[in-house]
C-alpha cells in the first residue's frame, strides 16, 4: 500500500510541474504585444516570432474575429513545431480607408486540434485618420530673433528664427504619450502637433531654443530638432522694364503648353485639387487675390484672410496660383497650365506651418500640392526646409498609403548645389515629391536656381506676369514661378489619366522632358513639356524652314512671296510685332543686316520696326525697339513689293554700349553682342494710320540693302 502511495505522489510530483508550465508559459511571444498607429486605407507589415517549450504537431495559428477585417498572417499553419526552436510569422495590418477611427484589440493564438492555447500575441491598433488629434499652429503673426547656429561644417552663421518654436519629429515607432513626455521632460510646451506622424511645434524659453534642441537631439528617437524659422517666397525683385508681348508668352511656348491644350480639348478630364501652400513674412502681404475672375468657382474650402484690394501689386501667391491655373479663353490676365483644376489656398508664416498644411490638404484630397517658398541660404534651405520636409512626407506616405497625392516644390534661389544633410539614410527624397530648377529663355539653366543630382527637372523661372490690380506686366523671376508651371502639367496629366499613381505622374513628366542631360548642372533632368507628357511623344517637328534669309514667326510661316499664304499676328498683350520663331542673335552680323518685307498691297507707306532684347537672366533683361520713316517699296519678288530698311552696325553696337555703360548697378554681366537677340518686325501702315495685320513674307540678310 505504501509502495503504490509513494507511486501516485512520485507520479503528482512528475505531472503538476508540467500542469503548470503548460498553462503557464509553453508558447513566448517576441514582441509580446504589438500596438501600431494606421492611417485609414494603412498597411504595416511586422515579423514576429513565437517559440515553444515543448513540441506540437499540426499547429494552427488563429486571429480572433475582432481582429479579422484587419489582420492577416503567414504562414498560418506549421506541420511541426520544435521545442525550443524559434519561428517567424508575417503579420500584415490593414485598415481599409472605410474603417470607423478607433481603437481595435484582440489576439493571436496557436491551436493544436479542439486545443488552443492561452499564450496569446496581443494587438492593440489605433485606427486614425491623418489629421485625428492635430492642434493647429497660431494664426499669428510670430516675431523674430536673430541667433547664432553652428552648421555640420562647423561654421558659426547668424540665423532668423520665430522666437522660442522649435519643431520635433519622432519616430514613428514612439507611442504620442512617450513622445509629449519626452518634450515636456526637457522644458518645452506643445504648441501645435500631428500626432499620427509624430510631429510637434513646441514652445521654449525664449533664448533657450538652441539648448532644447540640443537635449532633444540626444534622443535616438528624435529624426529631427531644429529651430522654427520664417519662409520666404523663392522669387527675386523684378527689375523696371515692362514689356508686353515675347516675354509674356516666351514660358507657355517653351513647355509646349498650347499644342497640350489642343490635345486635351474636348476631352472629359478627371477633376484635380491644387494645393496651394504660400507665406506671410515679417507682417507684409504675400499672399492671395482669391476674388479674381481667373479664379472664379474654383477655389474650395476657407480663402485665406488677405488684406484689402487693390494693393500696388498682387502678392506672390496670386502670381504662383495664375501661372499653374488661371483660366483660359478670356481678354484679360494670365494664362496658367491648367484651367480648369479646382484650386485650394493657404497662407503660412514657416516649415511648421507649411508642412501641417500639406498634411491637412491630403486629409481633404488635395492631389497636387505646390510649395514655392523655402529660407535663404543653402544649408538653411537644406537643413531646416528641405530635409524635414522630406521626412514628413515620407512618414505620411507609408502611414497614409492610399492618400495619392503629390507634392511640387520649388529648389530655391541660392544658386548651390542641394543635397540631403539631414540622416539621410533614414531620410531619402520622397518618391511623390519633385524638386524644380529654373530655366530661362534658350534653354539654359536660371543663375539663381539651385541645382544638383536631387533636381528631378526643370521649367521656365523668368517671363512676364499681368498685375490685376494695375494692369501692368513685369518680368518675374525665381525657381517660385517654374514650380507652379510644374504642378499645373501634374494635375493635367492626371486629369486626363487619373489612374496613374503619384510616382508614375512624375515618372512621366521626367521621362517627356526635353534635352535630358543637355543643362550639366541639373544632371539627367530635362524641361518640361506639356505636350510630351500628354501625348507620350515629342510634338510634332514644325514646317521645314524657308530658304536661308526667309524667316519663321511664331503665328506661322510665310513661305515664299506671292505663293497665297500669309500670316496674321496673334495679338498678344501688345498686337504690334510679329515674333520669330527663332530670335537671331546679332553677332553673326559684321556690317549690319537687312530686314525686308513682302505685304499684301493693302498695306502701303510702311514704316519697318524692330524689337531686339539681351535675353539674359534677371536684372538685366533689357529691351530695344527702333523704326525707319515712310520708305517706297524697292524690290518686287513673285509680284509682290517688298519694303527693306537697314539696321546698321554702329547701332547694334551702341545696344551693347547702353547695356554696360548705363546699368552696371543692376546687372551683373558684361553684355556682348552674341547676346543681343532680334526677336520681332513691327510694320506699320502710314496710310491708314494701323499696324498691317498681315505678312506675306520677310527676309533678313547680312550687310546693308541687301535684298533678295
Known sequence: MKS??????????????????????????????????IGLGGTKDLTVTFESSISLENVNLWIVPELQPFVSIEPTRFETIEATRPYQIRVHLSVPYDTQTGFYDGTIHLKVGSKTYPQTLKIKLNAVDLMTGAIPPPDTIPETATIQYITEDGELVDIEIIKGQVIVLFDSSVSES????????????????????????????????????????????????????????????????????????WHLKEINAPLAWELVSGLALSEKKIAIIDEFKGGGFNG???????????IVG????????????????????????????????????????????????????????????????????????????????????LDPLFAVVNAAKILFPNKKFLVVQAAGNNGCELMSYFKPSYNPKPDNLILVGATMYGGYKWSDSNFGSLIDIAAPGAFSIFYYSTGEINVEAGTSFSTPLVT??????????????????????????????SI????????????????????????????????????????????????????????????????????????GLTITVFVPSYCQNINIGWEVSTMLPEPCVQGFGGAVGVIAPTTVFN???????????????????????????????????????????????????????????ATILPGQNAVP
Open 178 to 249: 512617450t513622445a509629449e513626455t519626452l518634450i515636456i521632460s526637457n522644458g518645452g510646451d506643445i504648441i501645435a502637433k500631428i500626432p499620427s506622424i509624430k510631429y510637434y511645434l513646441v514652445g521654449v524659453t525664449l533664448g533657450d531654443e538652441m539648448n532644447f534642441i540640443g537635449k532633444m537631439r540626444q534622443d535616438p528617437t528624435v529624426i529631427f530638432a531644429i529651430p522654427n524659422i520664417p519662409l520666404e517666397p523663392l522669387q527675386v525683385e523684378p527689375n523696371e522694364w515692362k514689356d508686353k508681348d515675347f516675354y509674356f508668352s
Open 488 to 517: 499645373g502639367a501634374a494635375a493635367l496629366v492626371w486629369a486626363k489619366e487619373p489612374n496613374l499613381t503619384p510616382q508614375e505622374v512624375i515618372q512621366r513628366l521626367k521621362t517627356t522632358a526635353k534635352g535630358k542631360g
Open 520 to 591: 550639366p548642372e541639373f544632371g539627367d533632368a530635362g524641361v518640361l513639356d506639356v505636350y510630351g507628357a500628354l501625348a507620350l511623344s515629342p510634338p510634332p517637328p514644325p514646317s521645314p524652314p524657308p530658304p536661308a534669309g526667309w524667316l519663321s514667326f511664331i503665328e506661322g510661316n510665310p513661305g515664299i512671296p506671292g505663293d497665297g499664304m500669309l500670316i496674321t499676328r496673334y495679338g498678344g498683350l501688345d498686337p504690334y510685332y510679329f515674333e520669330l520663331a527663332t530670335p537671331i542673335s546679332l553677332g553673326g552680323f559684321t556690317n
Open 302 to 385: 476657407t480663402v485665406p484672410a488677405q488684406l484689402p484690394w487693390p494693393l500696388p501689386s498682387e502678392g506672390h501667391g496670386t502670381k504662383v496660383t495664375a501661372i499653374a491655373a488661371a483660366m483660359g479663353n478670356h481678354d484679360f490676365g494670365n494664362v496658367g497650365v491648367n484651367w480648369k483644376s479646382k484650386i485650394s489656398l493657404e497662407v503660412v508664416y514657416s516649415p511648421f506651418d507649411a508642412i501641417y498644411d500639406i498634411l491637412d490638404n491630403i486629409s481633404e484630397g488635395a492631389d497636387v500640392i505646390n510649395l514655392s517658398l523655402g529660407l535663404p541660404g543653402c544649408f538653411l534651405i537644406q537643413e531646416f526646409y
Open 639 to 697: 509680284g509682290v513689293k517688298g519694303y527693306f530698311t537697314n539696321l546698321e552696325q554702329p547701332m547694334i553696337d551702341d545696344m551693347v554700349e547702353l547695356v554696360n555703360e548705363e546699368y552696371p548697378d543692376y546687372c551683373p554681366y558684361t553684355i556682348t553682342v552674341d547676346q543681343l537677340l532680334l526677336i520681332g518686325i513691327r510694320i506699320y501702315d502710314a496710310t491708314s494710320g494701323n499696324y498691317c495685320d498681315n505678312l506675306d513674307a
Open 4 to 37: 503504490k502511495i509513494f507511486i501516485i505522489c512520485l507520479l503528482g510530483l512528475l505531472i503538476f510541474p508540467l500542469n503548470v508550465f503548460a498553462k503557464t508559459y509553453p508558447v513566448i511571444w517576441n514582441p509580446e504585444k504589438v500596438e501600431e498607429i
Open 288 to 298: 492671395f487675390n482669391a476674388g479674381l475672375k481667373d479664379f472664379e468657382g474654383r
